[in-house]
């Protein structure tokens, strides 16, 4: 028991409850074009760069914005997150 009073493994979870939506944050992207390479996606291609294929994703987006280019970045990332809790 901590001076919380709260079990070892509540503890825990709190602090991975708190630290995946950022870690995803950060790593979301990077997933969906390491996938989309990897399953060879419509326009992805083996040997392709990060950047060129970071450039397709965002041209990809269903939208002229920068919003939608962005959103086409972080597709799976409520899964990515939930699928991490403890």
Do not use: C
């Amino acid at each position: 028991n901590s001076h919380t009073g709260l079990p070892k493994w509540a503890l825990t979870s709190a602090a991975v409850a708190m630290a995946l939506p950022p870690y995803w944050l950060i790593r979301n992207p990077s997933e969906v074009v390491k996938t989309r390479i990897q399953v060879r996606a419509d326009g992805y291609y083996e040997g392709m760069s990060t950047i060129d294929a970071f450039q397709l994703a965002l041209a990809q987006a269903d939208g002229n914005s920068t919003k939608a280019g962005i959103s086409e970045l972080y597709q799976g990332y409520t899964e990515n997150v939930l699928y991490g809790f403890p």
